[in-house]
């Protein structure tokens, strides 16, 4: 076979290229931390790791959904309580007026107690979390409950809600309604709370004992009621949580997936790098040994 100088020159430039190739794929992947820094570097483990970060990317929502449904839930929980102890409050107010030994100065101070309450009621069922009423369905910038006062008394209290639902998706094929509204929370069977507030002040105003009497019952109902559906949001929190821990561990897991994927093994690529540095430099010299005779040294 027929050796040229051309031959030589470019058997020797390719090989410089291949390790000067090697040696910057090396120092690439040890500078980024990162097996596959192209498609082309692990075809299978770039569509690995594309489906491992966009699964990643799920498990952050779901996340982020239930820290945001568990917020909700925490201030429904909250003002439900509050709801619920007002009514208990009402019970004790209705049971002493119904004593039928009170002066008519302490029923005027119960029935003034009562329009408090009633005040507070509404305040509750009003409040908001993050600028969004708790109770107005999907119309969280509105107030669900307005009232009307006649001399300086609540008469009348007025509810109103879309009967929205605000659902939140915690899991692939897993969501879960986080939002109670007004009606829902205030109607029972018969009146509202509202309206049994305002009935039960004025029994106790016309010192009507069976009006007490029934109101004590309706009131009862609606704190069972209430009591319900704080434990229904104390179970939906207790839910969230455990769903939470179970997407936190596998959020975990998928992290270890994709570093076995696409991170590097930096001990093992800076003996590869050392390597690649070694082989380029002997290549190097070989090649300055190859070139260096020429014409006008045997001229010379």
């Not at 939906?236 to 997407?247: I, N, Q």
Request: one cysteine or more; charged letters at 20%.
């Amino acid at each position: 076979m027929r050796v040229t100088t051309n031959s030589l020159i470019s058997n020797l430039l390719y090989d410089l290229r291949e390790a000067a190739g090697r040696l910057e794929t090396s120092e690439r992947e040890l500078s980024s931390l990162k097996r596959i820094n192209k498609p082309s570097d692990d075809p299978v483990g770039t569509v690995n790791a594309l489906r491992l970060k966009a699964t990643l990317f799920d498990v952050d929502r779901y996340v982020a959904n239930i820290q945001d449904a568990q917020s909700w839930l925490n201030a429904t929980e909250g003002a439900l309580a509050s709801l619920a102890q007002v009514a208990t409050r009402a019970m004790d107010i209705a049971l002493r007026a119904g004593s039928g030994s009170l002066p008519e100065s302490s029923r005027d101070a119960l029935a003034r107690e009562v329009d408090q309450i009633t005040r507070e009621a509404v305040d509750v069922a009003n409040q908001s979390f993050g600028g969004r009423s708790l109770f107005a369905g999907y119309s969280t910038g509105v107030r669900p409950v307005t009232t009307t006062e006649v001399n300086g008394q609540v008469t009348a209290v007025a509810m109103h809600d879309d009967s929205g639902q605000m659902i939140r998706q915690i899991g692939p094929d897993s969501t879960m309604t986080i939002n109670y509204c007004v009606t829902g929370v205030a109607r029972g069977a018969g009146s509202s709370l509202f309206d049994a507030l305002i009935s039960l002040r004025q029994a106790i105003d016309a010192n009507d004992r069976a009006a007490l009497g029934n109101a004590v019952s309706v009131l009862e109902d609606h704190h069972s009621r209430l009591v319900g559906l704080e434990t229904e949001t104390g179970a939906k929190d207790s839910r969230l949580a455990t769903t939470k821990e179970r997407l936190d561990q596998m959020k975990l897991d998928l992290i270890a997936l994709l570093s076995q994927v696409q991170d590097t093994d930096v001990a093992e690529c800076t003996v590869r790098v050392q390597a690649a540095q070694n082989s380029y430099t002997t290549a190097l010299a070989v090649g300055a040994r190859i070139i260096m005779p020429t014409l006008v040294d045997f001229l010379k």
